[in-house]
Nanobody
């Protein structure tokens, strides 16, 4: 089992940048594909980015492509989301998630096994 703890959220102006970090407990972090999801008030939780166990394969939602970068450090048991050129519509609670099923990575929240508690990102206009 793995525990995930996010950090780095806060209030930022439109056009600014924020780096979120997710720290994982346990010794088998590199057995997990990882993802970042977000949930805005009144909306469903949606995938933002995902990364394979090795870090060589990544996915980005169209809404964040070119602005967000997901990365992982298996030696430090961390996965980061660097968010740039932020927009008010990026305002949401951001969640880190991990899974160890037979996928390189997945975009479906039901295919992740572990979740962090979430961190709020608010982008002001």
């Amino acid at each position: 089992q793995v525990q995930l703890v996010e950090s780095g959220g806060g209030l930022v102006q439109a056009g600014g940048s924020v780096r979120l970090s997710c720290a994982a407990s346990g010794r088998t972090f590199n057995n997990y594909y990882m993802g970042w999801f977000r949930q805005a008030p009144g909306k469903e939780r949606e995938v933002v980015a995902a990364i394979s166990r090795s870090g060589r394969s990544t996915y980005y939602a169209d809404s964040v492509k070119g602005r967000f970068t997901i990365s992982r450090d298996n030696a430090k048991n961390t996965v980061d989301l660097h968010m740039m050129s932020l927009k008010p519509e990026d305002t949401a609670v951001y969640y880190c998630a991990g899974g160890r099923r037979g996928y390189t990575y997945t975009l479906k929240k039901d295919e992740y096994d572990y979740w962090g508690q979430g961190t709020q990102v608010t982008v002001s206009s």
